[in-house]
C-alpha cells in the first residue's frame, strides 16, 4: 500500500500537541467521537471486511436468497436471506488465498429458517414417560408446533473463488451445526457441533454423492467485473451438494424439566429426522450472488 508522506515532527512535540489538543476539548466540554470510516458507493456492502489485517487482499459479500436444505426427509426451504461475508488474505505460501472471518464476527448470519409443518408435530412418541408426554401434548394443544432451522458456523470457512468461476472442484466449505428451536425443543437442540460439524463442501459444477442421491448440477451464475477488475459481481449462481452427512441431535429438551429427559427428546427428534443420516441422503441447495472486491480498492472508497 502507497502512504502520504508526512513532515517529521519530534516525539515530544507530538505529545505537546497532543495534550493541547485533549485539554482544550475538554474545556468546550465535549470529547472528539471516534468517526470509523466506512466503505461507499459500488462497495458499501463490504462494510465487515477485515481492512484492518494488512494481510487482508480481497473482500467477500455474498447472499443466499433461496434453496434449501435437507436431512433425510425433512426439507427446509430457504425463505430468508443468508448472509456470509468476510476477506481474502493470502496463504502462507502466498500460492492463494484463505477466507478470513468478518470484522465484526458475524461471518455467516444466523438466520432462522421454517421448518414446513414443525418437528414432533402430531403426537408424543410412545417411548416418552407419561409426564413428558403430559407436557408434549400440551404443546400439541396449545398449537405451538412450528419449528426453526438455523445454520450456525463452527469453524472458519473456506472459499475458492477459482472452482465457483469455473464449476470444478470446492467453491465453499462450510463446518456447520443446524440449530433446531421451538418452544419444546429449548434453545439448546443442535443437529452437529464444534467436535463433529456438519461440514458442507459446495461446488458450482456437478456433485458425485453416494446412492441413493443422484448427482445435481450447480451453475457458476452470471459474472460482471467491474471497476477495471477491482469488483467482480456473479449473479444467479448456485451452490450444491448431496454427499455430506448429519450426526445425531444434542442438547434438545434441556429445560424441560431441569433435562432430565434431554436424551429421550434427542431420541424423538433423530426418529422424527432419521438420524444420524449418512452421506446420500441429505442435499444443500444454496442460490444467490456474490460480490468479491480488490482490499485495496475497498480501502480508497472509504469515508
Known sequence: MTRMGMPHVGRGAKAFLL?????????????SPTLAKKPTGEYANFGDCPLSNPETV???YAQTTGGEFKISSTAVPITKTITLQGGLALNAEHTGTVFTPAADGNTLSKTPQTVPGGLLKILAPEFFPEPLK?????FINKGITGATATTE???TPSLSIDAA?????IA???PVRVHLENSFLGSGCYIGSKAHPVTVELTTGTTSPPLPNLPITGSPGELEIKNEGNLIIDKKNSLVNNSFSAPEAEGCGSQILFGLFTGLID???DSELSLPSAA???TAILNGNEEVAVAEAVRASEK
Not at 495534550?19 to 470529547?31: E, I, N
Not at 403430559?134 to 400440551?138: A, V
Not at 468461476?165 to 472442484?169: D, F, N
Open 19 to 31: 495534550a493541547v489538543t485533549v485539554v482544550s476539548l475538554f474545556a468546550l466540554g465535549f470529547a
Open 58 to 60: 480481497g473482500c467477500v
Open 134 to 138: 403430559k407436557i408434549f401434548n400440551e
Open 153 to 155: 458456523l463452527v469453524a
Open 165 to 169: 468461476i469455473e464449476g470444478k472442484g
Open 172 to 174: 465453499l466449505s462450510l
Open 267 to 269: 431420541d424423538a427428534v
Open 280 to 282: 446420500g441422503h441429505n
